[in-house]
T-cell receptor, first 114, second 114 residues
Framework: GAGVSQSPSNKVTEKGKDVELRCDPISGHTALYWYRQSLGQGLEFLIY????????KSGLPSDRFSAERTGGSVSTLTIQRTQQEDSAVYLCASSFGTGVNIQYFGAGTRLSVL | AQSVAQPEDQVNVAEGNPLTVKCTYSVSGNPYLFWYVQYPNRGLQFLLKYITGDNLVKGSYGFEAEFNKSQTSFHLKKPSALVSDSALYFCAVRANTNAGKSTFGDGTTLTVKP
């Protein structure tokens, strides 16, 4: 596609349920990032993937959060046993490599945990 | 370690007046600096970046930013604000030795009034 695509755009779930958020990066982009944007706060880095290298998971807030990237393209962020504090907008971005390259962001998935 | 500070949560200006959105940073090594803009219910869009060279960087929509190494600042500026510039602005930094992982500020909401 022309841009980074994220699905679903909105997700409402009950506390304790697992959720999966999907990101389709721009074709050809080798780097993929996940961020969390909470109300009134900035972007919190979660994880990034670069090519076939091991992902940088240093931003994942707990072991309930995990992410994978299959075939160097689509990525799924999974949150297990969701908590109310997980409610936020989850943004995905991709870039052609890392370093000085610009990140292109998707519109995000708004997660609401009831 | 790297960090970004956007000291103002909110900036209000009248249409036609100059605007400044402030950003200071801290990194080990030389910085790569970025400004992104976020319109309501949209992902972030790239505005401009500083890598090296001329301290004054020009970007999209008439925005520019000045890199000041001694003050570790990268303030965003525009000579004449438009109502359509109203949005949330994020400054981001990445050390040139820290491939991939950018740190974003908490964002500054710019409101331009007619």
């Amino acid at each position: 596609g022309a841009g980074v695509s994220q699905s679903p755009s909105n997700k409402v779930t009950e506390k304790g349920k697992d959720v999966e958020l999907r990101c389709d990066p721009i074709s050809g982009h080798t780097a993929l990032y996940w961020y969390r944007q909470s109300l009134g706060q900035g972007l919190e880095f979660l994880i990034y993937f670069q090519g076939n290298s091991a992902p940088d998971k240093s931003g994942l807030p707990s072991d309930r959060f995990s992410a994978e990237r299959t075939g160097g393209s689509v990525s799924t962020l999974t949150i297990q046993r969701t908590q109310q504090e997980d409610s936020a907008v989850y943004l995905c971005a991709s870039s052609f490599g890392t370093g000085v390259n610009i990140q292109y962001f998707g519109a995000g998935t708004r997660l609401s945990v009831l | 370690a790297q960090s970004v500070a956007q000291p103002e949560d909110q900036v209000n200006v009248a249409e036609g007046n100059p605007l400044t959105v402030k950003c200071t940073y801290s990194v080990s090594g030389n910085p790569y600096l970025f400004w992104y803009v976020q319109y309501p219910n949209r992902g972030l869009q790239f505005l401009l970046k500083y890598i090296t060279g001329d301290n004054l960087v020009k970007g999209s929509y008439g925005f520019e930013a000045e890199f000041n190494k001694s003050q570790t600042s990268f303030h965003l500026k525009k000579p004449s604000a438009l109502v359509s510039d109203s949005a949330l602005y994020f400054c981001a930094v990445r050390a040139n030795t820290n491939a991939g992982k950018s740190t974003f500020g908490d964002g500054t909401t710019l409101t331009v009034k007619p």
